[in-house]
């Protein structure tokens, strides 16, 4: 079992940075696959970037491209999602991930382990 804690959402105005940061624990021997998802009122979760599981791979949403980063320090056990110029668009909760094996994806099917989630709230 992996449990995961995202934390570092808040209230940003438009153009603003947050950066978000999720802490594994349990299970983590092995560093995993992991990605961020992200959910708006209304709408379904999806997907905004994911690592491999030594850092060498990342994917991206195309709405995300250019803005966000995301990153992980194993020694840690953390990854994290710098996300700049955040438009109100960007304003959902935000969840980590993590894949039990294969490599990342942008599926949200593949990831086995959630966080509870954390709140971006953008201001236009």
């Known amino acids: 079992q992996v449990r995961l804690v995202e934390s570092g959402g808040g209230s940003v105005n438009t153009g603003g940075s947050l950066r978000l940061s999720c802490a594994a624990s349990?299970?983590?021997?092995?560093?995993?696959?992991m990605g961020w998802f992200r959910r708006a009122p209304g709408k379904a979760r999806e997907f905004v970037a994911a690592i491999s599981w030594m850092g060498a791979n990342t994917l991206y949403a195309d709405s995300v491209k250019g803005r966000f980063t995301i990153s992980r320090d194993n020694a840690k056990n953390m990854v994290y999602l710098q996300m700049n110029s955040l438009k109100p668009e960007d304003m959902a909760v935000y969840y980590c991930?993590?894949?039990?094996?294969?490599?990342?994806?942008?599926?949200?099917?593949?990831?086995?382990?959630w966080g509870q989630g954390t709140q971006v709230t953008v201001s236009s």
């Open positions: 991930a993590a894949r039990p094996l294969g490599t990342s994806s942008t599926s949200r099917n593949d990831y086995r382990y």
């Open positions: 349990g299970r983590t021997s092995s560093p995993l696959p």
